[in-house]
């Protein structure tokens, strides 16, 4: 289970950045008044989602290449944290998806650098207090005063994505013949949220002001909800499934 488990959420993540691009093209032409088009529907989506993995595999290559020349741990840290600014900064530019891009270059290196392992360490170990700033952030945002406005889409939004994540993990792996613990759990695995679905909501409120504090309000209640239940259902059924041990 926890071997399909890592893939299934990277994919799943990506798949998720890619599908908010297109979305966000059809939710911003609709709130214009502008007819939809091919060019909304597909071709702008599509040349965002295109550049941004062909943006985050140039990237991540650049990075390979020049971190050959370091040999500190603390020199390739630097050019980590060079290579993440650089990316956000011309995907800002160039109005491309900033964190499908810093994706593509995490996958980029992995498959590609002999040291992304010692990498992924180092980093490991600087990153904590970064996302506990960033989960203070976008917690300090969460307007309760929304909530009563989107009650009904939010009880819907926390029901049906537990629905879906659960279907889809059981199905996925009835059609492939998986193994029986992975039809079984992989699903409740599935529950937690946090950083790619607060990006995103964060993301909305400059790209579509009017709705993004309700969308914002509904994402952080529901990561709320999912981070106190989402751990404590993986760890039951990565029990019952054998893979972590009393003791």
Known sequence: VTRMLLPVVAMDD????????????IARTLDSGAALSVMTLLVKPLIEIVGS???GVLIGTVMVFCLRF???????LTMTILIVFLAVG???????SSLLVCMMIGATMINVSN?????????????????????VISGAQLNLGV???????????????????????M?????????????????FTLIPQAGVAIGLATMTLTKLPQYGRQIQAIILAGTLI?????????????TKAGEIVKG
């Not at 990506?14 to 093209?25: E, K, V």
């Not at 370091?70 to 390739?76: I, P, V």
């Not at 011309?90 to 491309?96: E, F, G, K, V």
């Open 90 to 96: 011309l995907s800002t530019m160039l109005d491309l």
């Open 147 to 169: 909530l009563p406005t989107v009650g009904l889409v939010g009880v819907c939004y926390v029901l049906f994505r537990v629905v879906g994540k659960w279907l889809g993990a």
């Open 115 to 135: 040291d992304s392992s010692a990498l992924l360490e180092q980093c490991d170990r600087f990153t904590p207090p970064l996302f506990l700033l960033f989960f």
């Open 14 to 25: 990506a798949l998720g950045l890619m599908l908010y691009a297109i979305m966000m093209a």
């Open 53 to 55: 993995l062909a943006m």
């Open 70 to 76: 370091f040999h500190s741990r603390g020199n390739k």
């Open 171 to 187: 199905l996925g792996s009835r059609m492939v013949h998986a193994h029986p613990n992975v039809q079984k759990y992989l699903g």
């Open 226 to 238: 999912y981070e106190l239940t989402g751990p404590v259902i993986t760890k039951i059924a990565l």
